[in-house]
């Protein structure tokens, strides 16, 4: 009876006694067996985990050379490196993992067969019951630097840096650049650039589209330059020294980014992607009656100079923006300026807080930029080579923009290196300046900053030489620097990471010896 009221869908049943004190069901005593339902136990649900992601070449014969393995990165992130350069990243996966189905960025994915874009980082869900897990998928290919194919018409070589050639111009960028996966096509000239580095295996060049293009973020414009950092092995010296112009007072320091350049078919190297020193608003912004000029010993032999020469600099000041004539209105506006200036400088009342040098010369910006060369000790800058101010009608004469550093740092075997010594004070107008009791308070004041900023140079250094780890590695495949002198180089290291800790080391008693010698003043 007790039975007939049970639930007729009972999932399992077991027997318990119940012994009853009042009643006697039979003769024997014997206890009633109730059947109890139980529910059944409902097994746990495993975490959802990613144990694998390949891409195999059998199954991407377009992009892969060899099998590609992903490295799992904590709970959370995969990174893949491609080893060979590829245009786009539609890529077929395979997995191992726990869970019932995939999702890559919420799209259904069968696992082995289904192509998808990896050219800007995606999110690979697993789902198992009720629980997901999700993985961020990182695809750099080759390297994992943006990479720029150029080609010429008829693949023609590049010999001159006067005459500009046509070429077709493709950048693909990373999944960690500002604007990750995107891809700019478009036509371009390019020509030759640069003194001595022109003379090197390596070449620099540089860019002119026909319609302004923003690349890898920068502002638009029509020029840029490539920069090939053959003489600096670690590739970091220009990229440090535009860290510390970024953080300092000058009003505009060139962007840049690393790229590898496939050049006519072949790789080519590791280069920086420079935005050409120029006025514009989104570079030398003075106007359109301003002026950049450029402090070089070389201009007096290069045809589209526009140059002239005042008592107390050695070499010549070229009017490198905007373009003039000799003897034409703004030619003459722009000599009478700096020579004025110049003469001032240098007079009996130069000390004059109304009529001396300060009416002429921007304080903070003069102050910053010697800085800055002579913390990296820059060899060219004693106002010899690539020195460059600008000057904004009604304003003062400012230094600036930075340019030039791959032989600073130390990197030179024939001049005085340091990191121990002066070096930039001694640059004609500088000198003169440090005359000033005001020049100095701003310069030991500015140090104090800089030497403050310690740390965060590090850091920049570090991460950069990080961000270039498999880049190096191909550029010296392509190049053999390391173990071989290339100009102007004091040491040769070796291996990169011993060329960036002696860059690094050299920097860190620079910085030590000039607080000593600022705090002497």
Request: charged share 30%; with cysteine; glycine share 6%.
């Amino acid at each position: 009876m007790l039975q007939a009221k049970l639930k007729p869908k009972m999932k399992k049943l077991i027997y318990v006694t119940m012994f009853f004190a009042t009643l006697s069901c039979s003769k024997d005593n014997d206890e009633p067996e109730i059947p109890v339902e139980i529910p059944e136990e409902v097994p746990e649900v495993e975490d959802p985990q990613l144990k694998s992601l390949t891409f195999l070449s059998y199954d991407n014969p377009m992009q892969l050379t060899t099998d590609v393995k992903g490295e799992i990165i904590g709970d959370s992130i995969v990174e893949f490196w491609i080893p060979n350069i590829t245009s786009d990243k539609l890529l077929i996966p395979k997995a191992e993992y726990v869970g019932e189905s995939i999702k890559i960025d919420d799209v259904p994915s069968t696992i082995g067969s289904t192509k998808h874009d990896f050219k800007k980082p995606v999110i690979l869900t697993i789902a198992n019951g009720d629980k997901t897990k999700d993985y961020t998928i990182y695809v750099h290919s080759f390297t994992g630097l943006p990479v720029m194919w150029i080609e010429t018409e008829g693949r023609k070589d590049i010999t001159s840096k006067e005459v500009y050639q046509r070429a077709s111009f493709k950048l693909v960028e990373d999944v960690r650049t500002r604007a990750a996966g995107d891809i700019i096509e478009d036509s371009v000239s390019i020509k030759g650039r640069g003194n001595s580095t022109w003379g090197m295996a390596k070449k620099p060049y540089a860019l002119k589209f026909d319609k302004k293009v923003s690349l890898l973020g920068e502002p638009k414009d029509k020029s840029w330059v490539l920069l090939n950092n053959y003489a600096d092995k670690t590739m970091l010296r220009i990229k440090t020294a535009f860290f510390l112009g970024e953080i300092s007072n000058l009003e505009y320091t060139a962007r840049s980014h690393f790229v590898e350049l496939i050049l006519n078919g072949r790789y080519n190297g590791t280069y920086q992607l420079c935005e050409k020193l120029k006025i514009g608003k989104d570079r030398v912004n003075v106007g359109d009656d301003g002026y950049l000029f450029e402090i070089d010993a070389r201009v007096t032999g290069e045809s589209d100079s526009r140059y002239f020469t005042v008592n107390h600099l050695a070499n010549s000041v070229d009017i490198k923006d905007p373009d003039v004539e000799y003897g034409d209105e703004k030619y003459n506006f722009a000599k009478e300026l700096v020579t004025v200036a110049d003469s001032v400088l240098y007079s009996a009342n130069f000390l004059d807080p109304n009529e001396g040098w300060q009416k002429y010369f921007d304080i903070d910006s003069f102050a910053d930029w010697y800085l800055i060369n002579e913390i990296t000790h820059n060899t060219d800058s004693r106002m010899s080579l690539s020195c460059y101010m600008n000057y904004k009608k009604g304003g003062k004469l400012k230094m600036g923009p930075l340019w030039d550093f791959d032989i600073a740092f130390g990197n030179t075997d024939y001049a005085q290196r340091g990191p121990e010594g002066f070096w930039v004070i001694y640059a004609n107008w500088i000198y003169r300046m440090f005359a000033d009791p005001a020049f100095v308070a701003k310069v030991k004041e500015r140090f104090n900053y800089f030497y403050s900023k310690r740390d965060d140079i590090m850091r920049e250094i570090n991460a950069n030489a990080n961000y270039l780890k498999y880049a190096v590695q191909e550029n010296e495949n392509r190049w053999h620097t390391f173990y071989t002198y290339t100009w102007p180089n004091y040491d040769i290291w070796g291996s990169y990471n011993n060329e960036v800790q002696s860059m690094k080391e050299w920097l860190n008693a620079r910085f030590e010896w000039l607080k000593g010698e600022f705090d002497k003043m």
